[in-house]
């Protein structure tokens, strides 16, 4: 008699709750950038909103109560501080870098295509490994040297 896997359906959406974090973590979808966004300076009605800033990549990563409103894109982890009113997030993010696929691609969530979201997608979750991987490898090496002075130390 058939009887489904339950091992293999399981393994599916354990799969796609690890890539729903994944995604909320790299913060690639609008909302997930504007959530980062809770004490921001700025109305709807300026130019400088948090919709305009999350739409422009931007999620922030400063803390308002030590007046440090940085924000960082989630495609090229640019930091940018000392926001203004009348600035254009998009504008701003251009001027400071330029290189950015995102700012290459200059296109809202809406208006991208599948094929251009995954590849975002592939791009950041490149640099996110990286990023991992660098960190994983230098706490590595920090314990080998503390292994190596230790052995250095001892008396044979
Ligand atoms: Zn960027």
Redesign the pocket.
Known sequence: MPSLDKTNSSNISTGLEKLETLLKTLKLFEEDRVKTFEDWSFSEDEKCSISEMAKA?FCFTGDMSKDDDSAT??????VLDGWENTDDPWIE?QKH?AN????KMRRSEDELTVEEFLDLFKHISRQYLTNQYKKKEAVFIEVVQNIREIIKNQQF
């Open positions: 990549g894109c989630f495609v090229c982890g640019k993010h870098s950015c696929q995102f700012v």
